[in-house]
T-cell receptor, first 116, second 113 residues
C-alpha cells in the first residue's frame, strides 16, 4: 500500500518570496515516482514536476524544484519567486514502478495563497 | 493537443438512479483512472484500468463499478446513486508504469438529490 501525507491545509506567501510545500510518503515498493500537480480555481489539473526514486539529483522545472530526501521519505515542493498566479491547490502524488502499471495515489492537497 | 474528455461538466441525479460517467482519451494510453475529489480529502482513487476489460479497485470502490470495452473509453457506473456520492469526479489517463505523468479531464460535478 502507498500513502501520501500533506500536513499543511493552507499556506500564505508574499509575492516574490519562496515557499516550501511539504509532502511525505510511505510505500513498500523499492522504486517509484513522485509528482506534484497544481489545481487552480478553474479546476484543471496541471502537472508540475516529477522525481524518480533512483534519481540522484533533485528535479527542477523552472521556478519549481523538488527537495527529495529518500531516507526521510519526503518530497517537498519549493516554489521560488512566487507569483499571484501560483495561488492554487497543490497535490503531491506517487506511483510505484512495480506491477507493470500505474497506480497513482494523491495527498489531500495544500491551498497556497500568494499575497501581493 | 492531447485530450481527456468527460461527457458532462455538471450532472444532477436522484437517489437510487443508475448513473454513467463517461471518459474518452485520444492518446492511446493503456492506463485510465477514476478519482473523486472532496474538500479536505484530496483525490481518492475509485478504480483504474490498465488494459481493455482489465480493472483494479482503488481505495474507495464501494458503490461504484467500471467498464472498459474499448481502449479509449472508461466508464464509471453508480448502480444506485446515493447522496454521499455527491462529488467532483475526475478521469485521468496515463502510460507506462510509475514514471509518467497523468492527463486529466475537466471533471464532472455530480449532485445526487
Amino acid at each position: 500500500a502507498q500513502k501520501i501525507t500533506q500536513t499543511q491545509p493552507g499556506m500564505f506567501v508574499q509575492e516574490k518570496e519562496a515557499v516550501t510545500l511539504d509532502c511525505t510518503y510511505d510505500t513498500s515498493d523499492p522504486s517509484y515516482g513522485l509528482f506534484w500537480y497544481k489545481q487552480p480555481s478553474s479546476g484543471e489539473m496541471i502537472f508540475l514536476i516529477y522525481q524518480g526514486s533512483y534519481d540522484q539529483q533533485n528535479a527542477t522545472e523552472g521556478r519549481y524544484s523538488l527537495n527529495f530526501q529518500k531516507a526521510r521519505k519526503s518530497a517537498n515542493l519549493v516554489i521560488s519567486a512566487s507569483q499571484l498566479g501560483d495561488s492554487a491547490m497543490y497535490f503531491c502524488a506517487m506511483s510505484p514502478y512495480s506491477g507493470g502499471y500505474q497506480k497513482v495515489t494523491f495527498g489531500i492537497g495544500t491551498k497556497l495563497q500568494v499575497i501581493p | 493537443d492531447v485530450k481527456v474528455t468527460q461527457s458532462s461538466r455538471y450532472l444532477v441525479k436522484r437517489t437510487g438512479e443508475k448513473v454513467f460517467l463517461e471518459c474518452v482519451q485520444d492518446m492511446d494510453h493503456e492506463n485510465m483512472f477514476w478519482y473523486r475529489q472532496d474538500p479536505g480529502l484530496g483525490l481518492r482513487l475509485i478504480y483504474f484500468s490498465y488494459d481493455v476489460k482489465m480493472k483494479e479497485k482503488g481505495d474507495i470502490p464501494e458503490g461504484y463499478s467500471v467498464s472498459r470495452e474499448k481502449k479509449e473509453r472508461f466508464s464509471l457506473i453508480l448502480e444506485s446513486a446515493s447522496t454521499n456520492q455527491t462529488s467532483m469526479y475526475l478521469c485521468a489517463s496515463g502510460t507506462g508504469t510509475g514514471g509518467r505523468k497523468l492527463f486529466f479531464g475537466s471533471g464532472t460535478q455530480l449532485s445526487v438529490l
